[in-house]
């Protein structure tokens, strides 16, 4: 099961882009890549899934270069609400379809 | 709002005692996830039942087991309740097995078990 790494915390000002980075070395051939927000005591919410080039959607895109051993999550003008973890997972038919979770990355957003 | 509710929302059990949480899944998905989250940490698959049948499991004990029903709700049963299993249990339900598009899961908010 491919495993993901993130940083464990990221900090940044309102209105900024934020970028957050994740590696998945052994990211399997059919494996897809999603990423999840999730609030104190809420379950996780999608953001944003792909598989190759480049993914945008009405909150964020989702940057996946040609090996596909990272991905760069890009969030927008960022406001006060975007404070959250960020989850990166890797998962698809290669690994019977199970998610492994890491720790996620806790992002903060000053005023 | 996702559609996904759990109950129940709050819940504190004894040690060795048996617990039941539901899951009602969003209406047209067929497959529900159960996940276990402790304090700072991501959540940890349990396992997933598609259309009835357990079709995946994490590396939990057999005093885990669940159920899902013909009209795809779920349950999550943990017996001889032990003071590790204090933590956010939560379920995300999903149009289709696996993870492709338009296989997002949607997350319920939850429950919150402490034992005691």
């Known amino acids: 099961l491919a495993k993901t790494t993130q940083p464990i915390s990221m900090d940044s000002y309102e209105g900024q882009e934020v970028n957050i980075t994740c590696s998945h070395n052994?990211?399997?051939?059919?494996?897809?890549i999603t990423w999840y927000q999730q609030f104190p005591s809420q379950g996780p919410r999608f953001i944003i899934q792909?598989?190759?080039?480049?993914v945008t959607n009405e909150v964020a895109s989702l940057f996946i270069p040609a090996d596909r051993k990272s991905s760069t999550l890009s969030l927008p003008r960022v406001s006060l609400s975007d404070t959250a973890v960020y989850y990166c997972?890797?998962?698809?038919?290669?690994?019977?379809?199970?998610?492994?979770w890491g720790a996620g990355t806790k992002l903060i957003i000053k005023p | 709002e996702t559609g996904v509710t759990q109950s129940p929302t709050h819940l504190i059990k004894t040690r060795g005692q048996q617990v039941t949480l539901r899951c009602s899944s969003q209406s047209g998905h067929n497959t529900v996830s159960w996940y276990q989250q402790a304090l700072g940490q991501g959540p940890q698959f349990i396992f997933q039942y598609y259309r009835e049948e357990e079709n995946g499991r994490g590396n939990f004990p057999p005093r885990f087991s669940g159920l899902q029903f013909p009209n795809y709700s779920s349950e999550l049963n943990v017996n001889a309740l032990e003071l590790d299993d204090s933590a956010l249990y939560l379920c995300a339900s999903s149009q289709e097995w696996g993870q492709g598009p338009n296989t997002e899961a949607f997350f319920g908010q939850g429950t919150r078990l402490t034992v005691v």
């Open positions: 052994n990211i399997a051939t059919n494996d897809y």
């Open positions: 997972l890797v998962g698809g038919m290669d690994s019977n379809y199970q998610l492994i």
């Open positions: 792909g598989y190759k080039t480049k």
